[in-house]
């Protein structure tokens, strides 16, 4: 959505109507889309043991630190450079030092094959026996695709095609979603041949770019993956301001249009000091422990089935890890590991057997506008679609977006609507239709800036409610205004709803509806509830800090700390008073 919306005036909007056959189904009280979330908690790591520890003879070390752990599953770097520098050179000394280990520990592996090797590819410039991340011959890829997965499939039944193919970084000299279709259909039927029983896992996204997903689904290679993987990376922003769970909408739209497939994140984190995703350093190592924990849960709970943390040490540049760089690749020395360790750890520790009962909001709710009345609203003199309202009280958008350029439809009050106190959060019930359209708000302050939020995508038919935390700073491209701090000064009012097309080379139209745009009040407390062995079990923080009473039946209650500390909670009759922070507790309620 461009700032030069602004400049355009504004003309009553002539398309309002009141139609009692404009409406959608009527939706249900607590619809959620189901099942969430799919599966067992699981939690996996990036290891790189074969690439990145420098001694084959003492993969115990790091080995040792995975089942400290806890893991259960790791994805592991097969690279070609490393397995066959030349055309007539393999060497697996690595690659089996690492699955030896690995197995030895009943650790399950995600195998990644590639990237390219410079004897391998067209592009010249690359160093012939290294790594290069130029597309591969199709024929020579297939040669070691074969080599790696026959000499593995009795221990890795689960293979990554590239990583982040549409990176400009990781694909050169630029993303081919053809090209990676088509690599991704032969390798499918290479690995399905050696070994039946494995699956495979598409390339992990990242920067995520839907129209890329799709095209590679237009070619055909939707049915030759088993799994959808991405990687949602967000920071510095927060697990809960960055709306880390609204990656996985768009996946939900695709799969209605193509199929179900699982979900997982092969790569998620944040570094814990200056970073490549961020050079100034905004989260310290205790931050990072607190988001390992809060994104995992809200990951699975959102319905990805496997999430792998990257990744076990620093780089030394780059500090992801759970393990502090310190003298280099071989140096495990207890006192370098971080607080993010023993958050790992204590995840896994704790919710080991437990079983899902809820994932439980103590937020307050209220309605900023039903779409009772179609006075008021005007747009954008634009052609590419309409607004109207039924008697019900739903709002429809009905959109033709006819460009390869930004389509989009702005909605705007006349009049913007005061959103009563301090809000942290704005959303809305959308009923889609499959696409992958973006839904944006405009919101006014006190001192007449407007910022732009996504509040989602509008996904697959069915009402659901999507919503946009409003804390911190918004980047300068959703300014709307020029001038101001770009943050929200309260108090604040709606002023637009946005449809904006997901990819700039959609064309196409469709309708969607949108009822009970809501305030989110309260407080802003996340809570899994889980039982194990008879007891209770909530996982629970607050962002901002608060105090919440939990009821229960039980006598007596504790909670541990993500580093493994435990202390007891008071239970006062049937209640337990508990401050909250942006540290997630594990609350057990005991009898």
Do not use: C
């Not at 009553?12 to 969430?36: D, G, I, T, V, Y």
């Not at 969607?512 to 745009?517: A, M, S, T």
């Amino acid at each position: 959505m461009s700032r030069r919306l602004l400049s355009l005036l504004l003309v009553p909007l002539a398309l309002l109507l009141a139609s009692s056959n404009l409406a959608p189904p009527a939706r249900p009280l607590n619809w959620e889309r189901p099942p969430l979330p799919v599966s067992e908690p699981t939690f996996g790591l990036n290891s790189h043991l074969a690439t990145r520890y420098p001694d084959p003879t003492s993969m115990h070390i790091p080995g040792a630190a995975l089942t400290d752990l806890g893991v259960q599953w790791v994805r592991e770097d097969f690279h070609w450079h490393r397995i066959q520098p030349d055309r007539d050179v393999w060497d697996w000394s690595f690659n089996d030092a690492a699955v030896r280990e690995l197995a030895r520990r009943d650790i399950q592996i995600l195998g990644v094959l590639g990237p390219s090797v410079g004897w391998a590819t067209p592009y010249t410039g690359d160093q012939r026996h290294a790594v290069s991340y130029y597309a591969p011959d199709p024929d020579l890829f297939e040669d070691y695709v074969r080599g790696v997965v026959a000499r593995y499939r009795r221990y890795v039944k689960h293979w990554e095609i590239w990583n982040e193919p549409d990176h400009a970084l990781f694909w050169q000299p630029a993303p081919d979603p053809v090209a990676y279709a088509n690599m991704l259909m032969r390798v499918s039927r290479i690995i399905k041949e050696i070994d039946p029983d494995a699956r495979v896992v598409i390339g992990g996204f990242n920067p995520y770019d839907p129209a890329f997903i799709r095209t590679v689904a237009q070619q055909g290679a939707w049915s030759s993956f088993d799994i959808l993987a991405i990687h949602p990376y967000i920071d510095p922003a927060t697990p809960e301001q960055g709306n880390l769970v609204a990656a996985v909408d768009t996946l939900y739209a695709l799969m209605y249009q193509y199929g179900q497939k699982p979900i997982w994140v092969t790569e998620i984190g944040w570094a814990s000091g200056p970073g490549d995703r961020d050079a100034v350093g905004h989260t310290n190592e205790q931050q990072q422990a607190h988001y390992l924990v809060r994104s995992m849960l809200l990951l699975w709970s959102a319905g990805v089935e496997r999430i792998f943390w990257y990744m076990l040490k620093d780089d030394h540049h780059n500090p992801y890890g759970l393990v502090r760089y310190g003298n280099g690749r071989t140096d495990f020395a207890p006192e370098l590991y971080k607080p993010a360790y023993f958050a790992l750890q204590t995840l896994h520790r704790e919710l080991q057997g437990a079983q899902f009962v809820e994932r439980r909001d103590l937020f307050d709710a209220a309605i900023v506008t039903d779409f009772s009345q179609a006075a008021g609203w005007v747009r954008p003199a634009q052609p590419n679609g309409s607004l109207s309202f039924s008697d019900a009280h739903v709002a429809r958008i009905d959109y033709n977006f006819s460009t390869r350029a930004n389509d989009y439809l702005v909605f705007e009050l006349a009049q913007p609507i005061p959103l009563r106190g301090d809000p942290y959060a704005i959303g809305l019930w959308v009923y889609g239709d499959g696409s992958e359209h973006l839904l944006r708000v405009w919101l006014r302050d006190a001192e007449g800036e407007v910022l732009q939020y996504k509040v989602g995508v509008v996904g697959e038919p069915g009402w659901r409610f999507i919503s946009t935390p409003l804390g911190g700073t918004v980047e300068l491209g959703n300014r709307v205004t020029s001038g101001g701090n770009g943050q929200l000064d309260y108090p604040i009012s709606l002023q637009a709803i946005l449809l904006d097309d997901a990819y700039d080379a959609f064309v196409g139209l469709g309708t969607i509806y949108l009822d009970d745009v809501k305030a989110i009040y309260g407080r802003e407390v996340y809570d899994l509830r889980f039982t194990r062995a008879g007891r209770a079990l909530d996982v629970i923080w607050s962002p901002p800090h608060t105090r919440v009473t939990l009821a229960t039946n039980a006598a007596t209650a504790y909670f541990r700390r993500p580093d493994g500390s435990v202390l007891e909670a008071a239970v006062r009759g049937d209640r337990i008073p508990l401050t909250v922070s942006g540290e997630p507790v594990f609350l057990w309620h005991t009898r």
